[in-house]
C-alpha cells in the first residue's frame, strides 16, 4: 500500500492554497465588495488553511479505505476528501471574513459559495497530485490493515 510522506502533504498543502487562495480572492470580492477586505481574507487563509490542510492530510494518511495496489487511488476517496476538507476549509473561511468584514450573513453566503466552486476545485487538485509519484512509499503495515478490512 502506498502512503504518503510529510514532505508531500506540505507540498500538496501550498500548491492547493495557491490555487485556492485565487479562487477565494475573487468570490470575497464579489460577495463584500471590498477587494482590501478580499486580499486580507486570502492572505490570511495561507496561514490558516495550510496548517488545517496538513492535519487533514495526515488524518487522510492514516485511512487506507479507497487506496489500491500499485498506489492507485479510488475517485471516490479523492471525493470524500474534498467533502471533508471543505466543511474544514467552510468554517474557516466564514469565520475569517465574519472577523475581517464584520458582516456575518456575507461571510455565510461567501462559505456557501465555496461549497460548491471548492469542492470542484479540489477534486481537479487532488486528481493531478494522483498522478504524481513523488514522494510516495510503500508501507507494508498498511497493506496488512487493508488486506484485513475488505
Do not use: C
Not at 478580499?38 to 492572505?43: D, E, H, L, W
Not at 488545517?52 to 487511488?73: M, S, T
Not at 470542484?120 to 487532488?126: K, T
Amino acid at each position: 500500500m502506498m502512503k504518503d510522506t510529510p514532505l508531500r502533504s506540505v507540498t500538496k498543502g501550498v500548491s492547493w492554497r495557491i490555487f485556492a487562495s485565487i479562487d477565494t480572492f475573487f468570490l470575497s470580492w464579489l460577495i463584500l465588495g471590498n477587494p482590501i477586505h478580499a486580499g486580507s481574507i486570502a492572505g490570511l487563509e495561507m496561514l490558516t488553511k495550510i496548517f488545517l490542510y496538513f492535519l487533514h492530510e495526515r488524518v487522510w494518511n492514516i485511512i487506507p479505505l479507497g487506496r489500491k495496489q500499485e498506489g492507485k487511488v479510488a475517485h471516490w476517496r479523492s471525493l470524500v476528501k474534498g467533502i471533508t476538507w471543505r466543511f474544514v476549509g467552510s468554517i474557516d473561511t466564514i469565520l475569517l471574513s465574519w472577523l475581517i468584514s464584520g458582516k456575518i450573513f456575507e461571510s455565510i453566503k461567501l462559505g456557501g459559495m465555496e461549497l460548491v466552486t471548492k469542492i470542484l476545485l479540489f477534486y481537479i487538485h487532488e486528481r493531478i497530485w494522483v498522478k504524481i509519484k513523488w514522494g510516495r512509499v510503500f508501507d507494508q503495515k498498511m497493506e496488512l490493515v487493508a488486506n484485513n478490512i475488505s
